[in-house]
DNA sequence: CTGAAAGCGCTTACAG
DNA sequence: CTGAAAGCGCTTACAG
């Protein structure tokens, strides 16, 4: 058995049998154009010709063209997601999944859909990526900022229809939303620092987005309270993947002089510190304490469970969407203020074996 | 300060000032189906014109309106999404990540964008689901049946696009490509037999998409091989998300003659069973074997690292969309094989405690 | 309240 | 090789 689909032209043809504007205003004895009122929930139609059309509708199964209505329109009704990405990796972030169900709640309520584009980086004016910035096919688009978005901030902000970023764009005029990743990063290290550990080593990326920097100023600004500076040994870097902060982990735990405490800037790479210390027989949070970054799912499910910084992914998508709707609406929207994040202590942070 | 987005005319308006092809034309001193010629690569043109054309173009940074270009050629590239749920948690999968990863991949090669629709459960006629469905939006549509997609096959088989499930869509000629669910449960079922298990407990959902009925009759199978047959009071029910299966394992675990093994047919429900366990005091896998199913990255992250039957997300999603752009080019495409499980035995199951 | 006409910005035969 | 004309299927002033 083969499948084929029966195409009524000779190019694959969406749209198929359905009647025309036209041929519903010719079966109800009406001109498009009073058809096209009744379609629009316009007034100015009497209640007998705006019967006698819905029945014509609702026989023939009319759905009007999408198409030919964002021609004359100029409004799509989609919305552009865009994250540029460099490693596969990282489009299999569990975060990321949060942004879009908060975007796509948001998007609902307006009947708005979301048309997924991706980049691999570098970002390039002949990539798909951009032609879609350029194209009128969007009213509007977030960009998450999963990369530095810096490199084509041009091409943001001279794209025709209006767009959020979620993330910072620095220096730029593009509108962004971001969570605390400052104030996240600090509360974790203090909380390290309380638990009486010293040696506190780190996990970034690379490429990283903004909001690293960010997480690591933070991570500096606790230690500096406590007199601290960060060894710049104990500095790793992963690129997201929970095997990569394995890895990392295991250059931090072989060092001469290891960390008693690990900060990795995002869950996955903590998970992989977990099993690192696990691999190597060190009990958590006894020999090892591990703190991460998002509280994605995986978080509360490991054994011992992750303390981590709590970031509202769902929160940012909804918030930048509805920051893009007001752009759309052409209201002045103010700038939504940071989003909070919020520390979890869970199961693995507590008092380095030293004593406190 | 407030963010606004200066729009050229009274409604957002998409594509800004940019130039439409009859002024590239003019500017060109050409007609504008010469100029239509040169970009859409079309033969017949002297270099000198093509030249004279491209540098207009270029000069002015003209991009064609796509909105103009799909009424006239009635092809958008657009593909659409479709993914019915319940629940958000089910929303939640990286399951779900993968497949997007994987039909993405393949749309990419074609140069298609990805149209992202859900919906809640019920979905009826009136729903953004369907009206997606019969509109003229997109060239095809892959539907993820999360859902048993049998309620609203109907509108999926008369619908004008061609249109292919990731899933069973049994009793209905929609082409489907799915993972095999019922060899994968055979598989684990098996292997917790040999290990010497009697008493396996099974968590499924409730609504549950036919993939999940395909894994329950594998377990029959395997058990029924070993003469047993499954204790319909180790049969539990959760929502695919970690905490209801935590709950349902809790319900399995308290019963006068639990069982020495859980069967969770999701990996997120399996890692609820960890936590159950390990909140109980009972030592994974001494006390308890655990088996998932998908094999996100989750699983093997989790200590101990998940025994779980995995199951190609990433290849269901390229086969289903490789498979729609067979049925949008007109060829007859055979039905993809089954996309094969695999039992990937790690830390979670081990003989039960009685002995085998 | 209703309709004729023009327009949205492309592409597609067809004639030259 | 090039262009005039019609058409894709709607919506939008405008006149009646």
Redesign the pocket.
Known sequence: MFYTWASEG??PMA?GS????????RLA?????????V??N?????????ARIERVIAETG????Q????????RSFILGLLVPYTSDQLFADPHLLEIMRGIEAEANTREYNLLLSTARAPIDAASAFTRLLRS?VIDGAIVVETLDVQPFAAALAQQPAPCVVIGYARDSDIPAVHADDYGGALAATRHLLALGHRRVGAISSSPRPYALDERLRGMRAALGEAGLALDEALLATGDFSPESGEAAAHGLLGLPDPPSAIFAFNDRMASGVARAAWTRGLSVPDDLSIVGFDDIALASMLTPPLTTVRQPGYGLGQAAAALLFGLLDGVAVPPPATLATELIVRGTTGPPKGGG
């Open positions: 000779p190019a749209g359905m009647p025309t504007i036209d041929e519903i205003a004895h009406v001109s498009p154009a009073t058809v096209s009122k379609l629009n316009r007034p100015y139609v009497s209640s007998a010709t705006r009319f759905v009007p063209s198409r030919a209505r964002w021609l004359s329109t100029r009128d």
